[in-house]
């Protein structure tokens, strides 16, 4: 919606931008009600003077779990990422359309993701963090999933990380997840035995009908979660993709076979809590000689090229499928997001801003 500012900028040239604020920092669990949607008005121009940035209008947003510790003012070095700014919108990954370009790489027209901000309209500066869109053959929603930064992650997490080897065993917690369906579908690609874990009926059967895994169970009906482990795993765990942390990692530890590798990628169970969990069985790092290791997907975007070789190929014969949870409207994004950590979510959270 064009709106004239009276100033002798053209009507065209002025649009409303609805955004997504962090009212404050939170401590928690977060609520919708922490976030704000507004509109205000920009320019459908590049700055006076830009030499490298890029004006995009945000066509799909991507809700994810790191986000939760972007809500909390932490200290500098105190996280990998830095904290969102209260009072100002929300930043995340995203697809979108490049309306002006001030950086040689990027041309009018071009569809790109990466970094972004939650609101209708965005200049991107920091024009490093985003990934021109040459494959448009599929849903440009994967660029915020599978083709994005949570396939990266599963990528380098399972292959890079953990070195997979065909025959082995496989665990991935918050597996009907943006990155565990992966995790699990790469592991049978492998050649491996993958078992996943979920929190409702509709997602573990999600991971067996759906993604192929060898089995599946729902962690809230299990009231002991080491019977539960070695009821899929009687001769123990040789891959542990972890994304729950607290008492999960720490029924999979004894579980663990000699010379085990575990790629921990998040602990959700533990962004909302004041304290964190304790583990206690950390003496089988020791005991199996396990190697566990966290990552950071920044560390592998190198690798993006050989990533969408193996992906793309694999998503078009039908060997990979993706699961999505879309919806629509800059004003359900907080919702959304918040319903990342109750996992009212199935399959990967996205939001659609604008259709191209």
């Known amino acids: 919606m064009a709106a004239s500012t009276g100033g002798g900028v053209g009507a065209e040239d002025v649009v409303r931008n609805k955004q997504v604020i962090l009212r404050d920092y939170v401590s928690g669990f977060p609520k919708e009600s922490d976030m704000q949607l507004t509109t205000g008005t920009t320019k459908l121009k590049l700055p006076e003077g830009s030499t490298a940035g890029v004006l995009v209008k945000n066509l799909y947003l991507s809700c994810d779990p790191y986000m939760r510790n972007r809500m909390t003012k932490r200290d500098p070095g105190a996280s990998y990422i830095d904290s969102f700014n209260a009072g100002s919108p929300i930043t995340g990954y995203g697809v979108a359309k490049v309306l002006e370009s001030a950086n040689p790489k990027f041309k009018q027209g071009d569809l790109v993701w990466g970094r972004t901000v939650w609101e209708e309209y965005s200049t991107i500066t920091a024009t490093d963090s985003l990934f021109k869109i040459h494959n448009t053959d599929v849903p440009l929603s994967y660029y915020t999933g599978i083709l994005g930064m949570p396939g990266m992650t599963a990528y380098a997490g399972f292959y890079e990380v953990c070195s997979p080897k065909k025959g082995e065993t496989v665990y991935v917690s918050a ?112 005991i199996k000689q396990v190697r566990m290791e966290g990552f950071l997907v920044f560390d592998y975007y190198h690798l993006y090229g050989k990533f969408l070789e193996m992906v793309l190929p694999a998503i078009k014969e039908g060997k990979i499928t993706y699961v999505e949870d879309v919806v629509e409207g800059l004003e359900s994004a907080p919702a959304a997001l918040i319903g990342l950590f109750a996992g009212r979510n199935v399959g990967k959270q996205v939001v659609l801003v604008s259709p191209e």
């Open 175 to 286: 597996a009907s997840g943006a990155v565990g369906q992966l995790v699990g579908q790469f592991a049978k690609l492998s050649g491996c035995y993958v078992v996943g874990s979920a929190g409702t009926k509709e997602k573990v059967d999600l991971l067996k009908k759906k993604f192929g895994f060898d089995g599946a169970f729902n962690y809230k009906e299990e009231p002991d979660l080491d019977a539960a482990l070695k009821r899929f795993f009687p001769e123990g765990i040789d891959i542990y993709f972890e994304n729950v942390g607290g008492k999960m990692l720490d029924a999979v530890l004894p579980n663990m076979r000699v010379h085990g590798r575990i790629a921990v990628c998040g602990m959700i169970s533990q962004y909302n809590l004041e304290q964190p969990e304790g583990v206690h069985n950390l003496m089988y790092l020791v």
